[in-house]
C-alpha cells in the first residue's frame, strides 16, 4: 500500500525567503505527483503536479521529482504572508485515480 | 457560482445516527471521489465512482454507502454512526484516468456526539 510522507512538518519563514517542501513515497510505479494548497477551513487545491522526472516552474512555484529516490519536493520563491497554508503533497496509484496524500506541512509566512 | 456543492456545509448527528451528505459537481466530469479528512491523519481517499459505477472503494465499514442517483452526483450515506466518524468529508471530481487533477468541493463538516 502507498505510503506517503512529508517534512518538516511545520515551517515559518519571512516574506520574501524560499519555502521548500519534500514529500517521500513508496510505490516506484506511481505517475502523477502533486502538491495541493488548503488555507484554513478551504477545499484542498491544486498548486502544481509532474509527471516525468526533472523539474517544472510556474510562477514563483518549483516542483522537482526524482523518481528513483522516491521523492519529489516544492520550493516556493519570494514567499508572501498569502502562501501560508496547509500543504498537502498527493500521489496517485498505479492502477487509476486514487491520489494519497501525505500528512501535509503547515506553512507560516511572517510579514 | 460554486462548481462543486456540498450539503450541509455542517452536520452535528448522535451516536447511532443515520445521515447522507449531498455532492453535486457541475464540471461536467465523468468521475467523482469521497475524501475524509480528521485531526492528525492525513486526507484519506474513501471511494471513486466513473459513469456511475463504483470503481475503488477503500473503506473497510460497510456503514459508509455512496448513492449515484445522476451522473453529476454522489451522495454519501452514513449509518449507525460513531463519534469516530466525526471529520470533514471531501466531494471531489475530475475526468476519468490518472493523468488529472482533482477539484474539491468545500466539505462537509461532521460532529458525532
Known amino acids: 500500500q502507498q505510503k506517503v510522507q512529508q517534512s518538516p512538518e511545520s515551517l515559518i519563514v519571512p516574506e520574501g525567503a524560499m519555502t521548500s517542501l519534500n514529500c517521500t513515497f513508496s510505490?516506484?510505479?506511481?505517475?502523477?505527483f502533486a502538491w495541493y494548497r488548503q488555507h484554513s477551513g478551504k477545499a484542498p487545491k491544486a498548486l502544481m503536479s509532474?509527471?516525468?522526472?526533472g523539474e517544472k516552474e510556474e510562477g514563483r512555484f518549483t516542483i522537482h521529482l526524482n523518481k528513483a529516490s522516491l521523492h519529489f519536493s516544492l520550493h516556493i520563491r519570494d514567499s508572501q504572508p498569502s502562501d501560508s497554508a496547509l500543504y498537502l503533497c498527493?500521489?496517485?496509484?498505479?492502477?487509476?485515480?486514487?491520489?494519497?496524500f501525505g500528512i501535509g506541512t503547515r506553512v507560516l509566512v511572517r510579514p | 457560482d460554486p462548481k462543486i456543492i456540498q450539503k450541509p456545509k455542517y452536520l452535528v448527528a448522535v451516536t447511532g445516527s443515520e445521515k447522507i451528505l449531498i455532492c453535486e459537481q457541475y464540471?461536467?466530469?465523468?468521475?467523482m471521489y469521497w475524501y475524509r479528512q480528521s485531526a492528525k491523519k492525513p486526507l484519506e481517499f474513501m471511494f471513486s465512482?466513473?459513469?456511475?459505477?463504483?470503481?475503488d472503494n477503500q473503506t473497510a465499514s460497510s456503514r459508509f454507502q455512496p448513492q449515484s442517483s445522476k451522473k453529476n452526483h454522489l451522495d454519501l450515506q452514513i449509518t449507525a454512526l460513531k463519534p469516530d466518524d466525526s471529520a470533514t468529508y471531501f466531494c471531489?471530481?475530475?475526468?476519468?484516468?490518472?493523468?488529472?487533477?482533482?477539484?474539491f468541493g468545500p466539505g462537509t463538516r461532521l460532529t458525532v456526539l
Open positions: 471531489a471530481s475530475s475526468q476519468w484516468g490518472s493523468s488529472y487533477e482533482q477539484y
Open positions: 510505490d516506484s510505479a506511481s505517475q502523477y
Open positions: 509532474i509527471f516525468s522526472n
Open positions: 498527493a500521489v496517485n496509484n498505479s492502477a487509476g485515480n486514487k491520489l494519497t
Open positions: 464540471l461536467g466530469h465523468n468521475a
Open positions: 465512482y466513473s459513469y456511475q459505477k463504483l470503481m
